[in-house]
């Protein structure tokens, strides 16, 4: 029986430096940074990169749900947990470093609307880089697992500190659901919260209300407002939300669709 292996001149740091230096790469990303980070469903990666990226499409898995770090943890907490080699991720993984690519490509694209996110990019290259100059093809599922979980742990810390004490100190469930306020909450260029301005809006379901006309309704800014702003404590962007849906007030009504407040109704 085989207990262990180990690749004759295999570097032993190499699975410690891949795990390491994700805090620090990570700790100035503000909340719609992450949101870049760890999300984005493909509406809004299309609308975002005028239509240049879209979400990862694994051969004989499907396309993710998700083009950041949340979409590729999906198959991978089956694949750590259970140990699935056999699963389509990995042997896309082993056939090529395509994924590798994807990641590190996708963080760059943003930086020239999101500079802080430069330091991830950088983070992500240095070690994927390394990968694929010293990894066999069988190994490399391994080293993919271990950067991108350790860059999603790491990621979901520094977004779980910005929250409110009652979020940071909270149950791992109440942690969990404020996600939800990242998740739902980010910049895309056909939908603000200025008619002139591109800012971050809240969507209203996604894929489906991603971009566009159909992100941000008046309804469901104001039913969800209290759960995914106040009690995380991202107080600011609670202010803007309303202010901008009370610069179109009517009658004493607010629009259900926004718009970008040029076409509210």
Not at 13 to 23: I, M, N, Q, R
Not at 59 to 84: A, R, S, T, V
Not at 121 to 149: C, Q
Request: hydrophobic letters at 40%; aromatic letters at 10%; charged letters at 20%.
């Amino acid at each position: 029986m085989i207990f262990e292996t180990q690749r004759e001149g295999m570097d032993s740091t190499l699975d410690s430096l891949c795990s390491s230096g994700a805090e620090d790469a990570f700790q100035d990303l503000d909340l719609v940074d992450l949101n870049v980070l760890l999300y984005r469903a493909n509406g809004e990666e299309m609308d975002a990169t005028g239509g240049e990226i879209s979400v990862y499409d694994v051969p004989g898995f499907g396309k993710l749900k998700y083009c950041g770090l949340e979409g590729w943890m999906h198959p991978l907490k089956h694949i750590i947990q259970h140990n699935d080699l056999g699963h389509s991720l990995c042997g896309h993984l082993r056939d090529g470093a395509w994924a590798l690519d994807y990641i590190s490509r996708r963080i760059f694209k943003q930086t020239n609307t999101f500079p802080k996110l430069q330091v991830p990019g950088e983070w992500f290259k240095d070690r994927f880089d390394l990968v694929k100059a010293t990894v066999p093809p069988y190994l490399r599922p391994k080293y993919f697992a271990i950067v991108v979980s350790t860059a999603y742990k790491a990621a979901r810390h520094v977004a779980i500190e910005q929250c409110s004490d009652f979020i940071s100190s909270g149950h791992s469930f109440t942690q969990d659901l404020a996600m939800v306020s990242l998740q739902m909450h980010g910049r895309v260029q056909s939908a603000s919260l200025d008619p002139v301005e591109t800012v971050p809006s809240l969507a209203a379901g996604l894929p489906h209300f991603s971009a566009g006309w159909a992100r941000c309704w008046g309804r469901d800014v104001f039913i969800s407002l209290r759960g995914l702003f106040l009690t995380t404590g991202n107080f600011e962007s609670a202010k803007r939300h309303i202010l901008a849906f009370a610069s179109t007030l009517k009658h004493g009504l607010i629009p259900n669709l926004l718009d970008s407040v040029r076409n509210p109704r």
